[in-house]
């Protein structure tokens, strides 16, 4: 194993037993497990955790009270995944056709149009991400050119007039950034749990009363903080020691990137994912995103869209228990074109106007009752 970011090795452990390892091959190598190896599957995001709100790949949606669901939806098509006052968050889906049926469909686009509300101007800023099958010919015919996954992740901030696939650091808006870079695999961040903002004052914020966010770090530091999440924390200790170092990290190349967005109102983390070059078995793009904060008045707000229709929990009113996996209990919207918006940055869609009826009005009193409990109990200690 070699070349792009060094010399390496690996080893398969099932169970806590080690079961193959290497590190000298021509294209691939093969460790065979049996089933009483493997084992149960954890589904849960984070290692042992419980997912918080997100999509991952195909499109599984990661609720926000530990819901987890499949969303198929249609090749092309644009979905509202959340939408409220001062966010759209919208997805675009693509279907890949050397993909197994049912596993085939992946979110390969997205926008986020935040109000900065903060600063009391009412305006909208908006931000699109895209992938392509293939590279820009820039990225493809300059070999000495440094662009995220390797040419095929772009981004755009005048809705869609324009693109850029360098890593880097841009402000957009009036307070908003992105910070972008390819990542060593072993980097990538699985699914963590935002927080909330204890402020709405706008001049804390502006002059740094807000918790200690990734607005005041720099690029490194964001990826250093995050290691707790990565799929390999201490895989990835080397590679970070290096970028920091080296102050290298936005002439990394590689197939897989990550991308901060963080504006006053939220904070969101991308990571852009690929199929291995050397197995197509499943030649795929995904972009996986979760928010990493959210502000108080935010978060107030009624949330509408697949995702965040999750923000209230739904009861099973003949067990009582939490609905955690039944799409059809999850969603307003029973079919996946009530979530459907026209284009990237559209904010209409049928299940906007529809009700949960009484199980949303029981989930809220119950929701009330548990904050209480909760209080008393936090008075006592």
Not at 93 to 110: A, K, Q
Not at 284 to 291: H, N, Y
Request: charged residues 25%; negative net charge; hydrophobic residues 30%.
């Amino acid at each position: 194993m070699c070349c792009t970011y060094g010399e390496g090795s690996y080893q398969v452990y099932a169970n806590g037993t080690l079961k193959g390892e290497g590190g000298s091959f021509s294209t691939n190598e093969t460790v065979d497990l049996c089933a009483a190896d493997i084992g149960g599957v954890n589904s849960t995001a984070g290692g042992g955790g419980s997912p918080t709100g997100g999509v991952n790949s195909d499109p599984i949606i990661l609720g926000l009270r530990n819901q987890v669901f499949k969303f198929e939806g249609r090749n092309g098509a644009w979905y509202s995944n959340l939408s409220n006052k001062y966010l759209q968050w919208n997805m675009q889906f693509r279907e890949f056709d050397s993909c197994p049926d049912e596993e085939n469909m992946f979110v390969s686009g997205m926008t986020l149009t935040t109000l900065d509300e903060l600063t009391r101007s009412g305006l909208y800023s908006d931000i699109l991400i895209m992938t392509t099958l293939e590279p820009t010919p820039h990225c493809q015919n300059d070999p000495n050119l440094v662009c995220l996954g390797e040419g095929t992740l772009h981004i755009s901030f005048d809705g869609g007039k324009t693109f850029s696939s360098s890593p880097g650091e841009f402000p957009y808006g009036s307070r908003n950034r992105v910070v972008a870079h390819n990542t060593y695999a072993a980097c990538s961040h699985k699914w963590h749990d935002y927080d909330v903002s204890s402020t709405n004052d706008w001049r804390s914020v502006r002059y740094g009363g807000r918790r200690a966010t990734a607005k005041q770090k720099k690029a490194v530091q964001l990826l250093a903080d995050g290691k707790a999440t990565m799929i390999d924390p201490l895989g990835c200790d080397k590679w970070i020691e290096d970028r920091v170092n080296k102050n290298d990290l936005f002439q990394q190349r590689g197939l897989w990137s990550t991308i901060y967005v963080e504006t006053p109102m939220v904070s969101f983390h991308i990571e852009y994912r690929r199929s291995d070059w050397f197995d197509h078995k499943c030649d795929f793009q995904s972009l996986d995103a979760w928010m990493t904060s959210v502000d108080k008045a935010m978060d107030k707000t009624e949330w509408h869209g697949i995702l965040g229709e999750t923000k209230h929990r739904i009861y099973d009113l003949s067990t009582g228990e939490q609905i955690m996996s039944d799409r059809s209990k999850l969603l307003r919207g029973k079919a996946d074109s009530d979530y459907e918006v026209e284009g990237p940055f559209d904010k209409n869609f049928a299940a906007l106007g529809k009700q949960n009826g009484i199980n949303r009005a029981v989930s809220s009193v119950i929701e009330s009752v548990e904050k209480s409990m909760f209080s008393s109990t936090k008075l006592r200690v």
